[in-house]
């Protein structure tokens, strides 16, 4: 006998739900609901800082961002024409969906962005562009010019770069 592969994956799902307590008190607060219980927001929390405040944390563990939150803004930003599939802020990994230019209904465009650094630096970003080409309404790859990951990797860095100057000096 096999098991159908969404039942599996559901009660994976499901299992890996069972160590989240919550309690009714969260959810009196919009603020806090989805939260585990005895933990709420607090001043200066947010989303990738829940429970951690504004202070650094040189400790172990902590669920604060692990990336340069300039290269993670800039980034999002850049590929903002794209839709998005996935951002993970604690990895540091962005994915879009397939994209169309419209100037070009006859191929399309998937980028990958890994953020790898904390430092704001020519190497903490890396950007994988994938292509496709339509023949005969199939879709089939096609290798994608280096030069448009290299362009979104440059356009990152100097949104990035003027990200951080323009906290430095708020005017």
């Known amino acids: 006998m096999t098991v159908p592969a969404g039942l ?3 009660t994976l799902a499901l299992n890996a739900c069972s160590g989240v307590k919550t309690s009714p008190a969260n959810f009196n607060n919009p603020e806090n609901q989805g939260l585990p219980a005895g933990q709420s927001l607090q001043s200066g929390d947010s989303l990738f800082t829940l429970g951690k405040g504004t202070s650094n944390n040189n400790g172990g563990g902590g669920s604060q961002i692990q990336v340069n939150a300039y ?5 999002l930003s850049t590929l903002a024409f794209m839709p998005l599939v996935s951002a993970d802020p604690f990895g540091g990994v962005i994915i879009t969906d397939w994209y169309t230019p419209p100037a070009s209904p006859g191929e399309r465009f998937k980028v990958n962005a ?10 903490a970003v890396q950007v994988s562009v994938f292509h ?3 023949e005969g309404g199939q879709w089939v790859d ?28 708020p005017q």
């Open 8 to 10: 599996l994956l559901g």
């Open 71 to 75: 290269l993670w803004r800039a980034t």
């Open 132 to 134: 496709q080409v339509n």
């Open 114 to 123: 890994y953020i790898v650094s904390q430092q704001l630096t020519a190497n």
């Open 142 to 169: 096609s290798p994608a010019d280096p030069s448009v990951a290299s362009g979104l990797e440059d356009r990152i860095l100097a949104q990035a770069a003027d990200l951080q100057a323009a906290a430095k000096n």
